[in-house]
T-cell receptor
Framework: AQSVTQPDIHITVSEGASLELRCNYS??????LFWYVQSPGQGLQLLLK??????LVQGIKGFEAEFKRSQSSFNLRKPSVHWSDAAEYFC???????????????FGKGTHLIIQP | GAGVSQTPSNKVTEKGKYVELRCDPI?????LYWYRQSLGQGPEFLIY????????DSGLPNDRFFAVRPEGSVSTLKIQRTERGDSAVYLC??????????????FGAGSRLTVL
């Protein structure tokens, strides 16, 4: 079964500084990879996704992520964070062999991003 | 509708009571998913519908939990004899077609259930 590890429970970054959130996955082949963001009282919003091709993917709100097969990682980055980026960030892995169900999408436990003024 | 709508947004109930949580997916989306998110955790899969049928209900924790989608659109998650451990945010998501892992799920804002 697939799994996702987000090693950092909390990260504090100063406004304007760069950001990197770590994500490692376990899957037998190349998975589909996603980053979602959840603001308080809001649903999960998709930031970006990787299915195949270019390993550096661009998303919304200035975020990008890089798929590194050798490290089984899909880290999320942003060059300069804004106070509005404070939220919970979830990495997720999906199975190309299965559309839905228990194998469809597995989430990490999330990283809580705090922005210091 | 334009997005996934979940009602109620908040539900407080007493231990042992029955609750229903409703999800109205994006119009035309055939796949519908229920996830449960406990405090400090990521969403955990409960059940997945393809059309009217439950294609995978392996995530339901026990037989107190049940979900239906009788007409292939709106879904209701039903919890009998609620326990304090059922307290969580219940998330619903839909996608155009669950047959492909490349489908992106669109999530609702969730229903926060508190069992006293």
């Amino acid at each position: 079964a697939q799994s996702v590890t987000q090693p950092d429970i909390h990260i504090t970054v100063s406004e304007g500084a760069s950001l990197e959130l770590r994500c490692n996955y376990s899957y037998g082949a190349t998975p589909y990879l996603f980053w979602y963001v959840q603001s308080p009282g809001q649903g999960l919003q998709l930031l970006l996704k990787y299915f195949s091709g270019d390993t550096l993917v661009q998303g919304i709100k200035g975020f990008e992520a890089e798929f590194k097969r050798s490290q089984s990682s899909f880290n999320l980055r942003k060059p300069s964070v804004h106070w509005s980026d404070a939220a919970e960030y979830f990495c997720a892995v999906g199975s190309p062999a299965s559309g839905g169900g228990a194998d469809g999408l597995t989430f990490g436990k999330g990283t809580h991003l705090i922005i210091q003024p | 509708g334009a997005g996934v709508s979940q009602t109620p947004s908040n539900k407080v109930t007493e231990k042992g009571k029955y609750v229903e949580l409703r999800c109205d997916p994006i119009s035309g989306h055939t796949a519908l998913y229920w996830y449960r998110q406990s405090l400090g955790q990521g969403p955990e899969f409960l059940i997945y519908f393809q059309g009217t049928g439950a294609a995978d209900d392996s995530g339901l924790p026990n037989d107190r939990f049940f979900a239906v989608r009788p007409e292939g659109s709106v879904s209701t998650l039903k919890i009998q004899r609620t326990e304090r451990g059922d307290s969580a945010v219940y998330l619903c998501a839909s996608s155009p077609d669950g047959a492909s892992g490349a489908n992106v799920l669109t999530f609702g804002a969730g229903s926060r259930l508190t069992v006293l």
